[in-house]
T-cell receptor, first 113, second 114 residues
Framework: KAGVTQTPRYLIKTRGQQVTLSCSPI?????VSWYQQTPGQGLQFLFE???????NKGNFPGRFSGRQFSNSRSEMNVSTLELGDSALYLC????????????FGSGTRLTVV | KQEVTQIPAALSVPEGENLVLNCSFT??????LQWFRQDPGKGLTSLLL?????REQTSGRLNASLDKSSGRSTLYIAASQPGDSATYLC?????????????FGGGTRLMVKP
């Protein structure tokens, strides 16, 4: 059974550029969440999608956005990249709307130079 | 606002020791608590999930307990091995969330020496 797949694994971008990260959840999982992990702030919630609708959003600027497709795959986009956006971005998927348990992907390591 | 704290932040033990990692949360109105393991530069691996109605969960050498009323959880690792070296994170899902938002602790970085 395939796990949560995140692409790409590594990414280097320049300040001011934009980036799109992709997450394919476990088959049948309809809830997809995104987290940012940095050494200073730890793991912070970005947003959660369920059945193509954003249900929760963390305390991040509007430069961070996301969407979910009908096949539950999700993308997150960061526009006008800043050095502080360098982080490991993790995606998690879950079976039910209530979030019985999470399965995380391996993450995308974004470096902004 | 839910806050999750993990103590200690780092721990170094010789192989074979039994050890306890602590997690505390400020709002006891939670749906569940999940323990994860993270190896350097990697994603999170779920270890144990405890629903709010449960007191403990066990998987192999791991045992997690939950005291919801006091806002505490512990992860007990028996007979530690060098392969257990990793960062351990606890996360709670609170009842005031409409969706699946987890609040994470800062983690405990564990080193098991041969």
């Amino acid at each position: 059974k395939a796990g949560v797949t995140q692409t790409p694994r590594y990414l280097i971008k320049t300040r001011g550029q934009q980036v799109t990260l992709s997450c394919s959840p476990i088959s049948g999982h309809r809830s997809v969440s995104w987290y940012q992990q940095t050494p200073g702030q730890g793991l912070q919630f970005l947003f959660e999608y369920f059945s193509e609708t954003q249900r929760n959003k963390g305390n991040f600027p509007g430069r961070f956005s996301g969407r979910q497709f009908s096949n539950s795959r999700s993308e997150m986009n960061v526009s006008t990249l800043e050095l502080g956006d360098s982080a490991l971005y993790l995606c998690a998927s879950s079976w039910t709307a209530i979030g019985y348990g999470y399965t995380f992907g391996s993450g995308t390591r974004l470096t902004v130079v | 606002k839910q806050e999750v704290t993990q103590i200690p932040a780092a721990l170094s033990v010789p192989e074979g020791e039994n050890l306890v990692l602590n997690c505390s949360f400020t709002d006891s109105a939670i749906y569940n608590l999940q323990w994860f393991r993270q190896d350097p530069g990697k994603g999170l691996t779920s270890l144990l999930l405890i629903q709010s109605s449960q007191r403990e969960q066990t998987s192999g050498r791991l045992n997690a307990s939950l005291d919801k009323s006091s806002g505490r959880s512990t992860l007990y690792i028996a007979a530690s091995q060098p392969g257990d070296s990793a960062t351990y994170l606890c996360a709670v899902r609170s009842e005031d969330n409409a969706g699946n938002m987890l609040t994470f602790g800062g983690g405990t970085r564990l080193m098991v020496k041969p």
